[in-house]
């Protein structure tokens, strides 16, 4: 379980980029955690959507693998119109970065009820802004949207908002759709700089740990 699984870089966006190890451990748990969330079958169709770099990508391959489901890999020429691609495959689990939303939305391209086939509808790596969750729900009306957040160092994602047509608008922020709450078995508070834990609705630093949390990073 402590043994490198894969490695993957950060960004790098506060500094040098950094290696990070993911162990077996790390995406073992994740993977447990998705599996039951999403009760993937071997008849779910994933979009893959993200280079082979980008730590989302393990997300569509690993739970596909171990649940006997298919992947459809997509060029970057078709994710700035995928509505055809997802209908075209019959695509049941959609993740993508929020921005191929917003880019929809520009081209007039996520029409109501265009995305049929479609049970999940998950969104990370940069904030979702809330219209274009409203948006994407009313386009796949038989799906579920989340969004979900979580840096490298916490194996794919940590955390998930469930969208809700009818409550979600009334705790965004600055019309940004919330993270949510942490997965089962992570712990996560928030501290300021003394890394005391903060009054509830004060800012401070989100510190989360758990079974998906990375032992360090590569040197």
């Not at 959507?49 to 980008?54: A, E, G, H, P, W």
């Not at 569509?60 to 890999?73: I, K, M, N």
């Amino acid at each position: 379980r402590s043994d490198t699984a894969y490695l993957l870089f950060t960004s790098g966006s506060t500094g040098q980029p950094k290696g990070v190890p993911v162990t077996h451990g790390n995406v073992r748990h994740f993977l447990e955690y998705v599996s039951r969330r999403y009760r993937i079958d071997e008849h779910d169709r994933f979009s893959q959507t993200f280079d082979q770099t980008f730590d989302l990508s393990v997300f569509d391959l690993f739970l596909a693998w171990r649940h006997g489901a298919s992947v459809h890999s997509m060029a970057n020429i078709e994710l700035l119109a995928p509505t055809r691609f997802i209908n075209n495959h019959q695509l049941t689990v959609w993740f993508s970065v929020p921005s191929v939303v917003a880019q929809m939305r520009k081209r007039g391209s996520l029409v109501p009820g265009s995305l049929p086939t479609l049970r999940w509808s998950l969104f990370c790596g940069e904030p979702l802004p809330m219209p274009g969750a409203e948006a994407w729900h009313v386009a796949a009306p038989s799906s579920k949207v989340e969004n979900l957040y979580g840096p490298t160092e916490l194996t794919v994602a940590c955390f998930v908002h469930r969208w809700d047509p009818a409550a979600s608008a009334a705790i965004s922020v600055q019309d940004v759709v919330p993270i949510g709450r942490p997965f089962d078995g992570l712990i996560a508070l928030v501290v300021n700089d003394d890394l005391k834990p903060v009054a509830r609705g004060e800012s401070g630093e989100l510190c989360v740990s758990g079974p998906q949390t990375s032992p360090g990073y590569w040197l």
